[in-house]
């Protein structure tokens, strides 16, 4: 078989970098520090395929806990597509998860496929492009303000799993802005935004409530005025895709959010901005 030369190993953390080239290359946009935060979310969980010592794919399956793990970043470079290589790295990575239920944010088209490989889709994703700008309003404050243990317990509710290693390098990454909403004493939303290849992705956008979600929305984007602001959507969330229309923001590319082992019933309405496609 054209797979049999093939060597899978886990990555290296100069590596991960590779990959983020890859993935710019596919257009996927992504953040100047992602392969450090990435990679501290689960340091075994990239894996590299190599072909006489060169590298031609990768491929992420990050396991958060021993229930959940997420799949991303699945890239075989194109002159060496359609040989094979692109299934020796799923399947190496789906071993590596094993029975855990495992999430992913998938092109469209690829969508037969992971459905045969035993996914289910819960809802897509739709990234919105817009402008940043505009008057930051009162009642926001900085995410620094509010106690660790608050975020990463808030987190946990949104996303469905606590990830505290990927978050405390997430939101302390260079070139970005957290932002938080208290209410009565506790978190009631919060949302980042980070420099990314190109413009700034807002992510995560979590919020109790519309009106909330649209002050995080407004203070994150007043500190990139004329920058191009990205923010993907969950299409099940009306209000996160009101929005984006009232920001006149537009589609620019759609995934499949897919589970295979359950839908973790996350609150998706409270779910305006997803955290990143790659990580969940």
């Known amino acids: 078989m054209a797979n049999e030369h093939l060597r899978i190993r886990t990555m290296r953390r100069a590596e991960v970098d590779l990959a983020m080239d890859w993935a710019a290359a596919e257009g996927w946009n992504p953040g100047i520090h ?20 060169e590298p031609i794919g990768g491929i992420s399956v990050v396991a958060y806990d ?3 793990g997420f799949l991303g970043l699945y890239i075989v470079r194109p002159e060496y597509r359609g040989r094979g ?6 399947n190496a990575g789906m071993a590596r998860l094993g029975a855990r239920n495992i999430g992913l944010d998938g092109v469209v088209e690829q969508q037969p496929n992971y459905r045969r490989a035993g996914f289910a889709l819960a809802y897509r994703n739709e990234r919105y492009e817009g402008v940043g ?12 303000q509010v106690g660790f243990d608050g975020i990463a ?23 970005s802005q957290a932002r938080a909403v208290v209410t009565d004493g506790a978190l009631s939303g919060y949302g980042m935004i980070r420099a990314c290849r190109h413009g700034h992705k807002i992510g995560p956008l979590f919020a109790d ?21 990205f923010l993907d ?16 923001m537009r589609p620019v590319f759609q995934t499949a959010r897919m589970y295979r082992g359950g ?13 990143t496609f790659e990580l969940g």
């Open 85 to 90: 290589f692109g299934i020796a790295l799923w």
């Open 263 to 275: 839908d973790p019933a996350i609150p998706v309405e409270r779910v305006f901005g997803v955290t």
């Open 133 to 144: 700008g505009g008057m930051a309003p009162d009642g926001v404050v900085a995410l620094s």
């Open 153 to 175: 317990h808030y987190d946990a509710r949104m996303f469905g799993v606590r990830r505290p290693a990927f978050l405390e390098r997430w939101l302390a990454q260079p070139r």
């Open 34 to 53: 992602d392969a450090d935060c990435f990679h501290a979310a689960d340091p075994d969980g990239f894996l590299l395929g190599l072909l006489e010592d």
């Open 233 to 248: 959507v969950p299409q099940a969330n009306a209000d996160a895709v009101a929005l984006a229309q009232r920001h006149h």
């Open 66 to 68: 021993e229930r959940f």
């Open 209 to 229: 409530s519309p009106d909330l979600a649209e002050a995080l929305y407004a203070s994150l984007v007043a500190g990139v005025p004329g920058e191009p602001v």
